[in-house]
């Protein structure tokens, strides 16, 4: 097809080719096009198919406001094609048909309307019961837009940005640029959000006068200009706002272009006053085949020839309602296209000039006269017109009918804002009454129509945010203000009418395939709010939203009421506006956590590296996962364990010593010199929140260690529950600040003594000891004497600058002791086998204290402290029908099960928390919660595992430790 | 997030930065004289105003203060502290 050049107003560039690929044919488009005009210039007529009744569909008015130029694009279904900008090399298909897009062998759903009538789905299917799964197949199978392959993955780049700004303006036409100039002025930050990928909105086509001569789209470049060269005006094009909340807050989802590094970005924008100049869509004229292709809405038509020079057909009929489509008939007549009559809805009220210039033209006008009818089976090929009445009728031979019942603006984003929108009977137009504060509207949307008037009230609008952001501009808004009341007001926009035509398929919303006879079986039903004949008849619950539907159906239901106490109401709108990739949403996928000081050491020592919670850590040190000999080698000679991420906090001041008998439920006054003290924490029900050690450095100055998991929470956890209190003390989180090294095992001593500078024998710096010294007279090290893994062994905090010192100084130390890295894997056998928890894999939400049988750690007699949890562990101690904590051994010492599996009889009675083999014992052991009247010593239990199937697996309840149950080798 | 809180220390930033700590309910009880129903209503039971409550809250991303603010449950913005105090 033959390009116009030489307009303007042309936002394409014939001298660039771009090939691409539709339904396996290759086509060439040009630069500046987007698929779905490429595909018109190449002569294709049906984009897709829609969804209930396989009908074509095609180009209707090129924003994205139905779903029918949703294509499957480069392996993504739903991809709007006329809102997508044409690549070398894509590849296209269309959606929702078996066969082609002319031939789809499913197009004789159309005939089986009578079949299903509104809300089929919810009152035929499920009577009888039995045909439901029958039914639900065939219809999931026939449902539905577009289909993914399961193993589809998203590629690309996905950014976000939440940038904080003065005033935001949404929409980028005459209005909302005024808005943001004059906002601008008074030297405030502007972010200006605009959907389509250049600024200028309505005006950006039109060739009719805006002043002294000058074109519409000139006065658009004009203001395009001035805002993009305004440093203080951040524009986003290609941006639709899909979003808006309370305070404030905007949300858009952004396309990149061929320079961006996204491809698409999240905008969250939060501002403090808000201009909504979204300006008008059309408002679909409703009669029998309204969506057959060829039928299209005036601006489709008018941006088809004037952006992209495309002549829509050969021969064209105009069904309008609304002045722009007679300038449009106008316009487009002068650039080709034959215009065979323009019906009107309207009986008065047009504007002479343009009347005129049709007479000029000797192009027929039929005032309120409308399209009733287009026929053709697949594509349009002749219209029938009525008067509004239905009297008199006449037929027209065309393949372009260009239909449109009047404007109707964009609310969306006041409606989200909850904005209150009343009907107003001059304009035709939902109207806000009552905005939310500090939001304004301005231009198009609010029924304006005069040129200056619409950039008058986006002057105005912009100075009321100005003012909003403290801005001096009293005088100006006064100023502003008579300049609008001054110039013409809103015009009248035209009426509803009800097509004189008994019809079965006339479109009220093209997503759902929803028709007015199925408003009118809801109507029947005794629906009568829209809100909730849209639910049950489908109509604008599609990915269009509101765009095609929006504004017919309340008015279509008012109508019918024939009340005329009956004000329509607008249905609610929500987030997503605009259908968006939950790949924009979810944005970038970084992999954020955190490295030890020794990460690098333990990988290149061989360590295998896993995500445990919020760290990367060495988990196995070796391809045996069952981690034989790491774990052995513990027992015999000598390891080291990197932990460093153990929370690690230092808490002083005169009132630290009550913060810490507040969460902790031991008695903290009573830390012996030169001693750890092991305690827990409860949350206020006595269950266990966190366990850890403690140690008194000096007067009200105190170290102590939580949990990994616990470390982000400890300080929050400390301040809240002493919040009332006033106290004085300070908290300081030491986790990333020291490193943690657990050197245990049987010759763990010799490795140490070998740089320390001081006595480490038994009698010196004995078990639950703590002792501060110096390796190889530069390392200051905290050292404690603890026993999780069950064997000799000292913990060791250094300042995580010297964590890669000492991790190499205790390797070379322990080389003839056989020292040997372990990882969490192998600590969580050694610990299990000790019979010590873990916080999280021996307990849940509901444990308490008691359940795992550490209810000694409570000291009852400090009820001045108000102990957090103290009170529940007083009331739970003694509690029945809890989950108990329990060792068990496997009676066949080769099986053991998977952690979590369940302990049975005839019910669930508890479960695995760890359970692996140990060749420490040569037995399979666990650790299980289960409820208390299994808990004796002895007692058979049974456990269930999916992969054993109807066997269970029998163990037997033992004491713990498992391991050593004296603890001589802690105290070796 | 649509909420802003604002913070005593470092102003009014994005609702993300904080943690909700619950809401106001006075100092921990004295353990004695507490029974089962008194020490759960404090702990457990809310009143779920439909208005303006004060509340707890911490600002988590921030300089870790516990403070207390209010805020419309029904429009989930924060506001100034009423008139009368309930």
Redesign the interface.
């Known amino acids: 097809m033959n390009r116009l050049s030489q307009l303007p107003t042309l936002r394409i560039n014939p001298a660039e080719k771009i090939s691409f690929s539709c339904n396996g044919k290759i086509y060439q488009g040009i630069g500046g096009d987007t698929i779905a005009t490429a595909l018109y210039a190449n002569g294709v007529r049906i984009f897709s198919r829609s969804m209930k009744y396989h009908r074509p569909r095609g180009l209707y008015s090129l924003d994205g406001e139905s779903s029918n130029t949703f294509m499957h694009i480069d392996g993504i279904p739903n991809v709007c094609a006329e809102k997508t900008a044409l690549k070398e090399g894509l590849a296209v298909k269309a959606q929702n048909i078996k066969g082609s897009p002319e031939n789809d062998l499913l197009s004789f759903m159309d005939k089986l309307h009578w079949a299903m009538p509104a809300g089929f789905y919810y009152r035929s299917m499920h009577k009888p019961a039995i045909i439901w799964p029958f039914a639900m197949k065939q219809v999931r199978k026939m449902a539905g837009l577009g289909k993914i392959s399961p193993s589809f993955i998203m590629h690309g780049k996905y950014d976000e940005i939440?940038p904080q700004t003065d005033v935001c303006i949404i929409g980028g036409g005459p209005a909302g640029m005024s808005a943001a100039l004059a906002a601008a002025k008074h030297g405030l930050r502007v972010i200006l959000i605009e959907a389509r990928p250049w600024l200028g909105g309505g005006y950006d086509y039109r060739a009719s006068e805006y002043d002294s001569g000058m074109p519409l789209h000139q006065r658009a470049r004009d203001l395009a200009k001035k805002t993009e060269e305004t440093p203080n005006i951040r524009v986003f094009t290609s941006a639709a706002m899909v979003g808006a909340?309370?305070?404030n807050?905007i949300t858009a989802f952004q396309v990149g272009s061929e320079n961006d590094h996204y491809n698409e970005r999240y905008i969250e924008v939060?501002a403090k006053s808000v201009v909504v100049a979204t300006g008008c869509i059309e408002r679909p004229l409703l009669f029998e085949n309204n969506e057959r292709p060829g039928v299209m809405q005036i601006g489709c038509a008018h941006r088809l020839a004037r952006t992209y020079g495309l002549l829509p057909g050969t021969k064209a009929v105009f069904s309008i309602g609304h002045d722009l489509g007679i300038e449009t008939a106008i316009d487009i007549h002068d650039l080709g296209l034959k215009i065979l009559c323009v019906a009107d809805i309207r009986e008065d009220g047009q504007n002479p000039k343009l009347v005129a210039a049709l007479k000029e033209r000797s192009i027929p006008f039929l005032r309120g006269w409308l399209a009733i009818k287009a026929h053709g089976r697949k594509i349009l090929k002749k219209v029938t017109l009525s008067t509004n009445q239905g009297t008199h009728h006449r037929e027209y031979n065309c393949d372009i009918l260009v239909a449109s019942a009047g404007m109707t603006p964009i609310t969306g984003p006041l409606i989200m804002a909850k904005a209150e929108l009343t009907y107003d009977n001059h304009t035709g137009f939902f109207l806000p009454t009552k905005l939310p504060a500090k939001m304004h509207a301005a231009g198009r949307l609010l029924g304006l129509n005069h040129p200056l008037t619409i950039d008058a009230s986006g002057r105005h609008a912009g100075l009321l945010a100005a003012a909003d952001c403290a801005a001096d501009v009293q005088g100006e808004l006064k100023q502003a203000h008579e300049i609008l009341d001054q110039l013409p007001g809103p015009e009248r926009g035209a009426r509803f009418v009800i097509p004189p035509v008994k019809n079965q398929k006339c479109f009220i919303c093209f997503d759902e395939d929803t028709t007015i006879k199925n408003i009118d079986q809801a109507l029947q039903m005794g629906f009568d709010v829209p809100e909730l004949i849209k639910r049950f008849t489908a109509a604008g619950t599609g990915p269009g939203q509101w765009g095609i539907p929006g504004h017919n159906l309340p008015l279509y239901v008012a109508q019918c009421h024939g009340d005329v106490d009956v004000s329509p109401k607008p249905t609610m709108l929500r987030s997503p506006l605009v259908p968006t990739f939950i790949a924009t949403y979810a944005g970038a996928n970084h992999d954020m956590y955190k490295r030890t000081p020794v990460h690098d050491s333990q990988k290149k020592a061989g360590g295998i590296m896993q995500r445990i919670g919020i760290w990367r850590r060495a988990r196995y040190f070796s391809e045996d996962f069952s981690c034989r000999d790491e774990i052995l080698n513990v027992r015999k000679n000598v390891g080291m364990f990197d932990a460093s991420t153990l929370g690690k906090f230092r808490i002083w001041g005169p009132d630290a010593l009550k913060a810490l008998q507040r969460v902790y439920v031991g008695d903290m006054s009573r830390i012996p010199p030169g001693k750890v003290k092991y305690s827990a924490m409860c949350n206020?029900?006595g269950c266990l929140a966190d366990d850890g050690v403690v140690v008194k450095r000096g007067e009200d100055d105190y170290y102590f260690t939580t949990s990994t998991s616990r470390a982000e929470n400890t300080?929050?956890w400390f301040?809240?529950?002493t919040?009332?209190?006033g106290w004085d003390f300070h908290m300081v989180n030491l986790t990333d600040a020291f490193g943690v090294i657990n050197l245990a095992g049987p010759n763990a001593r010799k490795v140490l003594e070998k740089t320390a500078d001081t006595d480490l024998s038994n009698e010196a710096f004995p078990f639950v000891g703590y002792r501060e010294f110096t390796l190889s007279e530069t390392i200051p090290v905290r050292a404690m004497r603890l026993g999780f893994v069950g064997e000799l062994s000292y913990e060791l905090h250094v300042p995580s600058s010297y964590m890669r010192v000492l991790w190499d100084l205790l390797n070379k130390s322990g080389e003839e002791w056989g020292i040997r890295n372990f990882g969490m894997e192998a600590q969580n056998v050694l610990r299990m086998e000790k019979g010590h928890i873990i916080i999280g894999s021996e307990s849940e939400q509901r444990t308490t204290l008691h359940d795992v049988g550490l209810g000694f750690l409570w000291y009852r007699k400090k009820?001045e402290a108000?102990t957090v949890g103290?009170?529940?562990l007083k009331?739970t101690e003694q509690q029945k029908g809890r989950l108990k904590l329990v060792g068990f051994k496997m009676d066949d010492s080769s099986r053991t099960p998977e952690d979590g599996s369940i302990i049975v009889d005839s019910e669930i009675r508890g479960f695995v928390c760890t359970a692996r083999h140990s060749f420490t014992l040569g037995e399979s052991i666990g650790l299980a919660l289960v409820e208390s009247h299994l808990a004796k010593e002895g007692t058979q239990l049974e456990i269930f595992e999916a992969s054993a199937g109807d066997k269970r697996l029998n163990a037997t309840v033992v004491p713990t430790p498992f391991y050593d149950p004296e603890g001589n080798r802690l105290r070796m | 997030m649509a909420l802003t809180i604002t913070c005593p220390i470092c102003g009014k930033r994005n609702g993300y930065e904080f943690r909700y700590g619950g809401v106001e309910k006075g100092p921990r009880p004295n353990e004695e004289g507490l029974t089962h129903t008194s020490w759960c209503d404090y702990v457990h039971m809310n009143e779920c105003v439909a208005g303006i409550q004060q509340e707890w809250w911490f600002h988590r991303d921030g300089c870790g203060v516990w403070f207390t603010t209010y805020r419309d449950t029904t429009t989930n913005l924060e506001v100034e502290k009423p008139e009368v105090d309930r």
């Open positions: 939440y909340y309370n305070n807050l939060r206020d029900d300080v929050e301040r809240y529950h919040r009332y209190d009820p108000k103290s009170f529940a009331d």
